[in-house]
């Protein structure tokens, strides 16, 4: 059961993880062992999501969800099959409790009378330092 936070967690049967071979340094071991992890959770279907995480998680434009609502996440950084079970899962537990987080609703606001003053004055203040760059060449020299 891999645990999110005190009241979310996913349990194992919701996982599919696929072995694979890694690329990368390893040595001869790395042409036999399987040792990177393809974790795959269905984040459209899973009963353990609440709806509100479920609908952030799929609106995100994350490369690794794919269009049936599948979060796949490949873990190839350390040497052994375990380690990288390991850091596939932590990753996870990472992209959902970051969906956790429910951001904050802007409100929109309006420049006061004041600051629209300050800078229609900076401007023309701007401009009359541009426009007197221009003067005081002659064609005399």
């Known amino acids: 059961m891999l ?10 049967e919701e996982l599919a993880e696929r ?11 790395v042409n036999k062992v399987a ?5 795959r959770f269905d ?21 690794r969800l794919t269009d049936e609502g599948v979060l796949v996440i490949s873990a190839q950084r350390f040497r052994t099959q375990e380690r990288n079970r ?3 899962r932590e990753r996870l537990a990472a992209i959902l ?7 904050k609703a802007r409100i929109a606001t309006r420049p006061t009378r004041a600051s629209k003053e300050r800078r229609i004055t900076e401007k023309k203040g701007r401009a009359q ?3 007197g760059r221009g003067r005081g060449w002659s064609s005399d020299a």
């Open 97 to 103: 409790a970051a969906g956790l987080h429910v951001p």
């Open 19 to 29: 072995f694979v071979r890694a690329s990368g340094p390893g040595g001869q071991n």
């Open 35 to 39: 040792t990177a992890v393809e974790l």
């Open 86 to 88: 390991e850091d596939a």
């Open 129 to 131: 330092i541009k426009r």
């Open 3 to 12: 645990e999110i936070c005190p009241g979310l967690h996913i349990p194992d």
């Open 43 to 63: 984040v459209a279907n899973s009963p353990s999501l609440p709806d509100g995480l479920r609908a952030r998680l799929l609106a995100r434009r994350d490369r």
